[in-house]
């Protein structure tokens, strides 16, 4: 951590080389998050870049935060969810749906035994909306912040959750079935 | 609330993605080097345009005040011309034939051969001829230093600086070597005022030429800028030949006015999805272009003398354009807005060689256009820039 405050300080101080060893250090994780939060790569490539950018540019900001690592994720989700507001104006949710669906013992174990990239193909089979608020959900976002920050009500944010996760368990089931 | 099958579902997935890393494309790096720091260009220029104009105006204001309360009453002048070279001069010779005299007799009296009386006689008498050689010089320099003195006092408010005023009156203490008192040089009233009459010159201008963009909110297409175009690339040079007419109005204001032909190009880097919130997947379009324009403009405004800095005179202006399009690129450009004929706020800093010399008058000047935004267009664009003009002094 010492050698991450020296390596920052020496970025706000304009030295390119530590400019670059930042760069190389954020970037896979970012590029994860980006890609988690959104459908295609060219997207994911928009939302890293400036997501990256902002990083950079708010260094002296990063001085005061405790843990770095968490702060840059979360300028990069914060990125991503601006970047889908910008696209969808309006998020409509009709709550129709009173069910609860929950994952099973059964159905976290098989998430266990899958790679990152196995879950992201899940995630990204979602619908939009509702991938976002999964994505926040796993992020720790209760829905009260998901619902701020996404412009919706805390209903709405509990719908969108239930239907990711109903279609996550599906999804799920039909992979360990196909598997089997 | 959150149940615990929630937080157990979270802490599976999260412990999964946590660490998860997504390559980079390799051409990233150089993209965010270029902007790390970077400000808008417009926010830029006004920054810079602002500074330079409080930075002058003081100056200007400053010097201005200066000069003026020279050249109106100034009773150093009175002083000045009543001590004349020619009794300096005189002061000056009688000190160094005293001096010489008394080295002459020394050397007399070291030549004989002396008793010791005499000697002390002839010590006496010397250190006399010494006392009685530094009561002249006092008399003779006393008023002089008196009358240097308050004339050092009374030009203090003149543009020379009291060292210089030092190193002129210094020689009067030196015996062996005074040179006359010389004039000080000062820009006089007549000097400073503005050429009378109407002039007429020809000028060339080089500019750079720059589009701040805007999107319009309420329509549907999601506008995003790339920067591909370096600052200073050829791609945004622009030429504006002309003609320039000088009203004088007063001493320092005069009416300025220019007609000219503009010659400019603006490098368009955008990307855009149409139907934005309707598309799930999405696609970006490019716009990637160097578009040029040719225009015929008049500039009128008014052109003040800001200061004269070496004898190098040097005025600020500032006026409204009015550029008519012959040829506009960007008005057949479906999602830019042009419109045909331009307004813009312009606003310059000529300065003029030395008095004695017929170079080129060079005046750094930005723009930026005033009628640019208009509703209709899915992205508005604001043409802005600077150049530098060149006039041949006459």
């Known amino acids: 951590m010492q050698d991450l405050g020296h390596l920052i300080d020496q970025c706000i101080a304009g030295e390119q080389k530590s400019q670059r060893a930042l760069y190389d250090y954020l970037k896979g994780r970012l590029m994860g998050i980006c890609v988690r939060y959104h459908l295609n790569k060219e997207e994911a490539n928009d939302v890293f870049h400036d997501a990256i950018i902002r990083i950079f540019k708010n260094l002296e900001k990063a001085r005061e935060v405790r843990d770095f690592n968490a702060w840059a994720s979360r300028v990069a989700i914060n990125v991503a969810i601006d970047a889908y507001k910008k696209r969808r104006s309006n998020i409509t949710v009709s709550i129709e749906e009173s069910e609860v669906w929950q994952f099973s013992s059964e159905e976290l174990d098989a998430v266990s035994k899958m790679s990152a990239s196995e879950i992201i193909v899940l995630l990204q089979k979602l619908p939009e909306s509702q991938m976002i608020t999964f994505n926040m959900f796993i992020d720790g976002y209760s829905h009260k912040e998901i619902g701020e920050r996404l412009a919706i009500a805390e209903s709405s944010s509990r719908t969108l959750l239930t239907r990711a996760k109903k279609k996550m368990i599906r999804l799920i089931s039909r992979r360990e079935e196909s598997g089997k | ?394």
């Open chain 2, 1 to 394: 609330m959150e149940n615990s099958s929630d937080q157990k579902a979270r802490k599976v997935f999260n412990d999964k993605l946590k660490g998860f890393e997504a390559p980079v494309d390799g051409a990233m790096w150089s993209q965010v080097q270029s902007q790390i720091g970077a400000v808008s260009p417009v926010r830029r220029f006004w920054k810079w345009s602002i500074l330079l104009l409080i930075l002058l105006l003081s100056i200007g204001f400053g010097s201005g005040l200066f000069n003026q309360k020279a050249i109106d009453s100034n009773p150093a002048d009175d002083v000045q011309k009543s001590i004349e070279p020619n009794e300096l001069v005189i002061a000056s010779d009688t000190v160094q034939k005293e001096v010489q005299e008394s080295i002459q007799q020394d050397a007399m009296s070291a030549e004989g051969d002396l008793t010791q009386h005499e000697s002390v006689v002839l010590t006496e008498r010397v250190l006399e001829d010494v006392s009685k050689k530094e009561e002249v010089r006092a008399q003779v320099e006393k008023p002089l230093i008196e009358r240097s003195t308050d004339f050092i006092s009374m030009t203090s408010n003149k543009s020379v600086t009291s060292m210089v005023m030092l190193e002129r009156i210094s020689p009067l203490y030196s015996p062996l070597k005074i040179e006359p008192f010389e004039m000080i040089n000062q820009p006089t009233a007549e000097e400073v005022k503005t050429k009378k009459g109407i002039q007429l010159r020809p000028f060339g201008a080089v500019t750079f030429n720059y589009l701040y963009f805007q999107p319009n909110t309420s329509d549907d297409i999601f506008f995003d800028s790339e920067s591909t175009a370096n600052t200073f690339s050829i791609n945004r040079v622009g030429l504006r030949p002309g003609f320039e007419v000088t009203i004088p109005i007063s001493d320092r204001l005069s009416l300025k006015n220019d007609v000219y032909m503009n010659l400019r190009q603006f490098r368009v880097s955008l990307r855009y999805i149409e139907n934005a919130s309707q598309s799930e997947n999405i696609i970006f379009e490019r716009l990637s272009k160097t578009y040029s324009q040719f225009s015929l403009g008049l500039v009128s405004g008014i052109n003040y003398q800001l200061m004269t800095i070496a004898e190098r005179r040097v005025d600020f202006d500032l006026g409204i354009s009015f550029e008519r399009f012959l040829k506009n690129e960007l008005s057949d450009e479906g999602i830019l807005g042009s419109p045909n004929a331009l307004f813009s706020a312009n606003i310059g800093l000529s300065v003029y060689p030395r008095p004695a010399s017929r170079s080129w008058i060079i005046r750094p000047f930005g723009f930026i256009s005033l009628n640019s935004r208009a509703a209709e267009y899915p992205v508005n664009i604001t043409p802005f820039g600077f150049g530098i003009q060149f006039y041949k002094n006459r």
